[in-house]
C-alpha cells in the first residue's frame, strides 16, 4: 500500500513542486498563464476526457454515470457551505461565487487526470470526465449564472455560455458518440492523442505556477473552504456511494476524485472580475497544502474499500 501511494502521489507533487518553484523563481512568468491555461481548458482537457469516453469499452461507460448522485452531492456541499458563509461574512455577490466555485469544484483537470492515470491507467479517465461534466452542470454554472446576472446579463445567457464551454459540450458529445455506437476513426484517436496526453503534466504544471502567485493568509473563510474542500466533500461522496451501494472500484474512483484539492478555475477568473483574488486564492493554496495529508489518507481508504 505505502509503495502504491508513493509512486501515485510522487509525480503529482514533483510536477506541483516544480510549477511553483518555476513561478517563484521567474523561470516563467507567473503572472502569464493566460495562454496555459487556455490551452489546458479549451483544449487539452476537452479532448482528454472525450478520448477517454469513445475509446472507452461501451459496457463500461453505462456504469460509470452511477456514481453521477454522489458527485453531485459531494460538489453541491462544498458549494452550499461556502455560499452560505460567504453570506453570512458579507461577502459582495462576485467574491462569493468566485469563493465558493473555489472551494466546490476540485482539480480534476491539473491533479485528477495525473493521479487517475497514476492509479489505474488512462481508462480510468473516463470517472474524471463524468464528475467533471457534474461539477460543470452544478458548481460552474452556478457561478456562470451569479456572474452573468452581476453584470446585467440573463441567466439564459449564462446557461448557454456554461453548455456550450470545450470542457462541457467536448465531453458530452463524448458520450453521445459512444452511446450511439458511432465508430470514431483511429486516425482521429491518433491525430488527438498528442493533446490528451499534455494534459496531466501541464495541468499540474499550471497549478504550480498560480500557487506560486498566491499569498496564504489563514483567514476562517480560508480554512473553511479548504476543510469543506479536502474533508467534508470526499465524506459526503463517501457516504453517498455507500447508500448506492455502488461496485468497490466506482466507489474508490468517486472518493478519490472527491478528495482532489481545490482548482484554479476560481483564481484565473478573480484576475478578470478583479474581485475575489484573496479569498479564492487562499483557498485555492491551503487546500493544496491540506491535500499533502488529506489526499494520501482518502487514496487509502478509498483503494482499501476497492480491495488494493
Known amino acids: 500500500m505505502l ?22 523563481r521567474h523561470w516563467v512568468n507567473p503572472h502569464g498563464t493566460d495562454m496555459l491555461g487556455a ?12 478520448l477517454a469516453i469513445v475509446t472507452a469499452p461501451r459496457h463500461l461507460l453505462a456504469p460509470e454515470l452511477v456514481p453521477t448522485i454522489a458527485y453531485a452531492a459531494a460538489l453541491l456541499s ?31 483537470g491539473g491533479i485528477g487526470i495525473a493521479l487517475f492515470q497514476a492509479l489505474e491507467g488512462v481508462e480510468a479517465t473516463v470517472s474524471l470526465a463524468v464528475a467533471n461534466l457534474v461539477g460543470t452542470l ?35 458529445l463524448g458520450f453521445v458518440v459512444a452511446f ?31 500557487l506560486s502567485t498566491q499569498r496564504l493568509r489563514p483567514t476562517r473563510a480560508v480554512m473553511l473552504g479548504a476543510l469543506a474542500s479536502n474533508i467534508v466533500q470526499p465524506a459526503v461522496a463517501f457516504l453517498a ?19 482532489i ?22 483557498v485555492l493554496v491551503a487546500s493544496s497544502a491540506l491535500s499533502i495529508l488529506t489526499l494520501p489518507l482518502w487514496i487509502v481508504l478509498a483503494l482499501w474499500l476497492g480491495g488494493a
Open 3 to 24: 509503495q502504491t501511494l508513493v509512486s501515485v502521489l510522487t509525480p503529482v507533487f514533483f510536477m506541483l513542486g516544480l510549477g511553483f518553484v518555476s513561478g517563484k
Open 39 to 50: 490551452f489546458i481548458a479549451k483544449f487539452a482537457l476537452p479532448v482528454s476526457l472525450f
Open 78 to 108: 462544498g458549494f452550499a457551505i461556502a455560499l452560505l458563509y460567504a453570506r453570512r461574512a458579507g461577502f459582495s455577490p462576485v467574491t462569493a461565487a468566485l469563493y465558493s466555485l473555489t472551494v466546490g469544484m476540485p482539480n480534476l
Open 138 to 172: 452544478t458548481v460552474i454554472l452556478a457561478c456562470f449564472i451569479r456572474l452573468e446576472m452581476q453584470g446585467g446579463g440573463h441567466p439564459l445567457r449564462a446557461v448557454s455560455a456554461a453548455l456550450l464551454k470545450p470542457m462541457t459540450i467536448v465531453p458530452t
Open 180 to 210: 450511439l455506437d458511432i465508430p470514431f476513426p483511429d486516425l482521429f484517436v491518433s491525430a488527438l492523442r498528442p493533446l490528451a496526453q499534455s494534459t496531466a503534466g501541464a495541468g499540474l504544471f499550471l497549478t504550480g505556477v498560480i
Open 241 to 259: 456511494c455507500l447508500a448506492l451501494h455502488l461496485p468497490a472500484h466506482l466507489e474508490a474512483r468517486a472518493i478519490i476524485a472527491m478528495a
Open 261 to 282: 484539492p481545490a482548482g484554479f478555475v476560481g483564481t484565473i477568473l478573480s484576475a478578470v472580475y478583479r474581485e475575489g483574488a484573496e479569498e479564492a486564492g487562499g
